[in-house]
């Protein structure tokens, strides 16, 4: 009886454990199961948020892309009466079906494009290798209303209101899978302009001369002729020419003069040749003539202002204000606006501030009413260029411009010990200047809006003071070009500029006899020159030109005006500015006597002078001719901004960034 009652207690307790045993290994699975579910949940849950974020992105780059003229409007018609909106529909409406196949084109993209942007290497690998976890995604096809409001027979607004529907589905592999679905809004506003075609107004025309000389003789200096040499180009003077009868001098296309008579060295005067002359004076079929006087060329553009509006265009509304104002307007502590130029047609300190950045991403400082001493870029907003240049306060010791071997073209500027560089990326739309250990990157190039048709890369260097040395990328054992291809370029001082070394293009326009290139339609790179205020100064130095005789080719339009003579005296031995001419002061190399001047492009300059070069050629950069071509905001530019024309076009002047706004969410049961 005892075995008996032994074998049931036993067989009890066995039940019993065994029941214990199968409760907690129930638990674990189910534990598990929740564990791997609620893991596959929470990815599910994040892939909506990036397959919204997605679907958001790749809409507005769509609509962007109509924007830029890469993809056309869905519709644009013109007006169907005076005073009314363009008939206009930026994209398409959604098609009423469940299959992308049956939507227009543009959505079609904006599914592929999402699909890319929900699929990201890095993302999808951090998944992984936190629990062995993926999501996929679904897009429904969206669906909602494209609509037009119209505010003015000039403004716009595309209404964009769409739905969309996401389906995710996570997993794990450990087996777990849930799936969440989203509902909702999809919208954005793209706002039209319809008016004159901007800038088509705008007429600019450019004198491009071989030579002009408005003196082309000092009557105080019998010592001083023309330099002997070939003139491709168009060749004139306001008096008349002295010549020197045993040098050469050969003149391929017309030269003229007001004066009756030319010099011959020292002071014999003669009437103008109507053939060859001395066995020195070799002319072309068009001649030697006399002709009435031509104004020097006017400097229209303010040089200093393009920096910071990027036209130099100083012409006022009928309130005073700027036609072309800069980015930003200067403001006192009240917020009145304050003057931009003063009275003499200067930039004000306050404006300088307001637009320019140092190499720290900060304002510059101010000496006094000025700026203080320094380099400066075109930046009103810390992030991005929103002028056309470079700004230097102060005396420029060297100024060293190379076009690098990718295409960038970089500006070393010193002043004193500091050295700051400057490099235009054309690649990377990118500018970034450097200055000791501080360096900053700003987004977008120097541009030339001044037609805002046709805005173009292009950069004002403005040094409010003189260069002391101008040189290219001719350095020891380098020898790179001034100017990069897509470098198009003016150097303004507001004194003299000394030029040390050779500036040449990194795509030549002429040929060594001075014939213009058989791809010069094709070639982008120019460079500009110009003082108000000074002279021109030629003072190669061995280590910055190619040839050791000190010969220096200079690939650029010149402009050298003299609008102060009261300090005459400054210029050495002449005692006279206004002219390209030897620097005759302290540290100064004398050229071999087989040493030539090469200038390529043209030269305009007020006072005729002397250099200590025997020979030279002017080969004119044929761009210039018919008045189209030109350096950016150079001397000779006339322009005429017009009353807008009738006719008008539509465009995209914003779009709004698109927005989704969630409308219902639910887990599916897996």
Not at 82 to 101: R, T
Not at 235 to 251: A, I, L
Not at 344 to 370: E, F, I, K, M
Request: charged share 15%.
């Amino acid at each position: 009886m005892a075995l008996i009652t032994s074998l049931l207690a036993t067989s009890m307790l066995l039940v019993l454990g065994m029941a214990v045993v199968l409760s907690a290994t129930t638990d674990t699975v189910t534990t598990k199961a929740q564990r791997v579910g609620e893991q596959s949940f929470f990815v599910a849950d994040a892939g909506v948020g990036i397959a919204r974020r997605a679907i958001e992105q790749a809409l507005s780059e769509e609509i962007e892309k109509i924007r830029n003229g890469t993809s056309p409007f869905y519709r644009n018609n013109p007006p169907s009466a005076a005073g009314q909106f363009p008939d206009v529909q930026v994209i398409p409406n959604p098609v009423a079906s469940s299959n992308w196949s049956d939507q227009p084109a543009f959505y079609q993209n904006v599914k592929a494009r999402a699909d890319q942007l929900v699929r990201n290497s890095a993302r999808d690998q951090e998944f992984d290798q936190l629990n062995g976890s993926n999501f996929s995604v679904g897009f429904s096809p969206l669906t909602g209303s494209i609509t037009l409001v119209t505010q003015t027979p000039n403004q716009a607004t595309q209404v964009v209101l769409l739905h969309y529907a996401i389906r995710v589905t996570g997993r794990t592999t450990a087996g777990g899978s849930a799936t969440v679905n989203e509902t909702g809004r999809l919208s954005t506003n793209i706002n039209l302009s319809y008016g004159p075609p901007a800038g088509s107004y705008r007429n600019f025309s450019f004198s491009g001369f071989g030579a002009f000389f408005d003196v082309g003789d000092d009557p105080a200096h019998p010592e001083y002729v023309l330099v002997p040499g070939t003139f491709s180009g168009p060749v004139h003077t306001n008096t008349h020419f002295g010549f020197y009868t045993g040098w050469q001098y050969t003149f391929r296309n017309v030269i003229s003069q007001v004066d009756a008579n030319i010099r011959t060295y020292y002071n014999n005067f003669v009437p103008i040749p109507t053939s060859d002359y001395a066995g020195s004076i070799h002319l072309s079929a068009e001649g030697y003539k006399q002709v009435a006087r031509v104004p020097l060329p006017t400097n229209a553009f303010s040089q200093e202002y393009a920096v910071i509006n990027g036209t130099g265009i100083t012409d006022v509304k009928s309130d005073g204000t700027p036609v072309d104002p800069p980015a930003v307007i200067p403001r006192d502590g009240q917020g009145n606006a304050l003057p931009v130029l003063d009275g003499s047609g200067h930039v004000t300190a306050d404006a300088l501030v307001a637009n320019l950045r140092t190499a720290q991403n900060t304002a510059p400082a101010r000496s006094g009413t000025a700026l203080a001493n320094g380099v400066y870029i075109s930046s009103s907003d810390g992030s991005s260029i929103s002028g056309a240049g470079i700004y230097v306060q102060g005396t420029a010791d060297d100024i060293k411009l190379y076009g690098d071997t990718n295409g960038d073209q970089v500006y070393v500027i010193t002043q004193g010990s500091t050295s700051t560089t400057i490099r235009t990326s054309f690649t990377n739309n990118t500018t970034t200047i450097s200055s000791g250990s501080s360096s900053y990157t700003y987004s977008g190039v120097p541009t030339d809006t001044s037609d805002p048709a046709n805005p173009r890369p292009a950069v004002s260097l403005f040094v409010n003071g003189g260069i002391t040395s101008l040189r290219g990328g001719k350095e020891s054992s380098t020898s790179n070009p001034a100017l990069a291809s897509r470098t198009a370029l003016t150097v303004t001082a507001k004194r003299s500029i000394k030029v040390t070394g050779d500036l040449k293009y990194a795509d030549p326009v002429v040929n060594s006899d001075g014939t213009p290139v058989s791809n010069i339609a094709g070639v982008k790179n120019v460079l500009g020159l110009f003082t108000n205020d000074g002279n021109i100064y030629l003072d190669a130095k061995t280590s910055y030109v190619a040839n050791p005789d000190l010969s220096i080719e200079i690939d650029a339009a010149n402009a050298v005006f003299d609008s102060d003579t009261s300090n005459d005296s400054e210029a050495p031995y002449t005692g006279k500015e206004g002219g390209v001419t030897t620097w005759f002061g302290s540290g100064h190399q004398s050229p071999s006597s087989s040493a030539r001047i090469r200038l390529v492009g043209s030269d305009v300059e007020k006072n005729n002078s002397l250099v200590d070069y025997y020979n030279g050629d002017t080969y004119f950069d044929v761009r210039f001719s018919g008045g189209g071509f030109r350096p950016p905001f150079f001397p000779g530019t006339t322009y005429a901004l017009g009353p807008p024309p009738v006719a008008g076009v539509l465009a995209i002047s914003s779009i709004d960034q698109a927005a989704s706004t969630a409308k219902s969410w639910f887990r599916d049961n897996n």
